[in-house]
T-cell receptor, first 112, second 114 residues
Framework: DQQVKQNSPSLSVQEGRISILNCDYT??????FLWYKKYPAEGPTFLIS?????DKNEDGRFTVFLNKSAKHLSLHIVPSQPGDSAVYFC???????????FGEGTQLTVNP | DGGITQSPKYLFRKEGQNVTLSCEQN?????MYWYRQDPGQGLRLIYY???????QKGDIAEGYSVSREKKESFPLTVTSAQKNPTAFYLC?????????????FGPGTRLTVT
């Protein structure tokens, strides 16, 4: 049972445009959400997070939106840069405990 | 420099042999985690530990074992009972405090078993 799903395995965007990566979840007990970026053969690096009591969090070019009623979150990258090309994972934390549940990842390619 | 180290970067073993992957952190984090990544799949949790001398099974613990004798170290043993051991293994750690649940990852170990 996949509790965190990223339905788009890949996304291709032109440099300078907006990248929108999507993530859906099914577990109502998730209360904290995170986005990670991963290059091949490296560990993921933390990008941005959002608590379930908020609907938006912004950090520079990265903004995460949370729609609790739809159990959906998205990561917006504006403007997209070629260095943003990587696999992006969303993750969720269940109330109580520290373990995270990860989605399958979306490969973002930003074309110059 | 604070961080998480995993060694070695690449590891090759013959089928039937146990192998231990190293993970060390100097971030003073209480919690540590082991994940496995396979092509086209997300990160799947193998084991995690929230405190020294205690650990819990994750979603795919069969064929693996861990120990947590020191706060800084969380080695993972891939036993011969693990049916598909070839994968990219990632170790992570996190501080256990309210409203801060980010996990920080090491560079990973690519294990190939033939």
């Amino acid at each position: 049972d996949q509790q965190v799903k990223q339905n788009s395995p890949s996304l291709s965007v032109q440099e300078g445009r907006i990248s929108i990566l999507n993530c859906d979840y099914t577990n109502s007990m998730f209360d904290y959400f995170l986005w990670y970026k991963k290059y091949p053969a490296e560990g993921p690096t933390f990008l941005i997070s959002i608590s379930s009591i908020k609907d938006k969090n912004e950090d520079g070019r990265f903004t995460v939106f949370l729609n609790k009623s739809a159990k959906h979150l998205s990561l917006h990258i504006v403007p997209s840069q070629p260095g943003d090309s990587a696999v992006y994972f969303c993750a969720a934390r269940e109330t109580s405990g520290s373990r995270l549940t990860f989605g399958e990842g979306t490969q973002l390619t930003v074309n110059p | 420099d604070g961080g998480i180290t995993q060694s070695p970067k690449y590891l090759f073993r013959k089928e039937g042999q146990n192998v231990t992957l190293s993970c060390e952190q100097n971030l003073n984090h209480d919690a540590m985690y082991w994940y496995r990544q396979d092509p086209g799949q997300g990160l799947r949790l193998i084991y995690y530990s929230q405190i020294v001398n205690d650990f819990q099974k994750g979603d795919i613990a069969e064929g693996y074992s861990v120990s947590r004798e020191k706060k800084e170290s969380f080695p993972l043993t891939v036993t011969s009972a693990q049916k598909n051991p070839t994968a990219f293994y990632l170790c992570a750690s996190s501080a256990v405090r309210f409203n801060s649940y980010e996990q920080y990852f090491g560079p990973g170990t690519r294990l190939t078993v033939t």
